[in-house]
């Protein structure tokens, strides 16, 4: 870690277990091992994913955006762990997605760099968001792909299906298509089998959401456990022993909780979330920023 200096004060930063080069060079080899799954938590609720087939890049927030735009507000977005690597120097990157319009999930200063050194990049974003984020991104609508309720896509040697999230409530816009969303990716293994992961986006919990999710054999869920409070003005995620209930409810193989040590008002401790999944016997994995999970 080292020391910067926040509002007159000393913090320090959370230094990621692998960031810039170092990074870069675990990704470079983890391309030749076909035999497992791999994957990067950014920070946040961003993930880099290797499998045999390429990269999948979910919700990326690879900037100080928000923190350069808060910065003289009533709600400061001070950072709170450093940054893993420029979203620049990540050329190899087949899918990107983004699950809501909340800068943090959908960041033009991450996805602009991407797209310009990516120029066959696939985008995908919730249907109802697909005008936003084209002139977020200032591209056309037709180059997103949208993704809804029980949508199920094919794309670029994977399988993405969609289902709503609730952040705090679920929303749809005039067409029906919710606005808050989450992924289920299935990845073709090398040996035949295919591994499948949850990324919820933003949510909580609703009526339906476990039936749902238990119906694909979740080997991998990756969800958020900053939880919620009124004082600190933003939408709310589920708290850390929700988080352990929900991938026990759906029986996820093994969870990852996402969402915290980013921002320093809006975060939680992973410690309830790892005595919740011990007390219900469900594997769970915490991941320092940077570090590389292999499975």
Known sequence: MFTVDVDGGDELMIKPAL????????????????AHLHLWWLGQSGYLVRWPGG????????????TQKYADTDKPHVRMTELVVDPARL??????????????????????????????????????NRNFVAARLETEPAS??????????????LTIHGLPAAHDQLEQDERGHHRFMGYIFELPMADGRTFTIYHSG?????????????????DLALLPINGRGPER???GNLWGQEAANLAHAIAAKIVV???????????????????????????HRILRCGERLSL
């Open 91 to 128: 050329d190899y990157i087949d899918v990107v997605t983004s699950s809501h319009n909340h800068t943090d999930h959908l960041d033009a200063a991450t996805l602009l760099p991407l797209m310009r050194v990516n120029p066959k990049l696939h985008i995908v974003v919730p249907e109802a």
């Open 233 to 235: 003005k933003v939408a």
């Open 55 to 66: 990269f999948l890049l979910i919700d990326p927030y690879l900037s100080d955006s928000l």
């Open 257 to 283: 909780p996402c969402h915290y040590d980013m921002f320093t008002f809006n975060t939680a401790a992973p410690d309830e979330f790892v005595t919740s999944c011990q007390k219900l016997n469900r594997d």
């Open 202 to 218: 933003d949510t909580l919990f609703y009526e339906g959401m476990i039936d749902r999710l238990r119906r694909f054999e979740i």
């Open 144 to 157: 997103l792909i949208g993704m809804g309720d029980g949508v199920k896509r094919h794309v670029a040697g």
């Open 19 to 34: 960031q810039h080069d170092a990074f870069l060079a675990d990704v470079a080899a983890a391309k030749s091992d076909t």
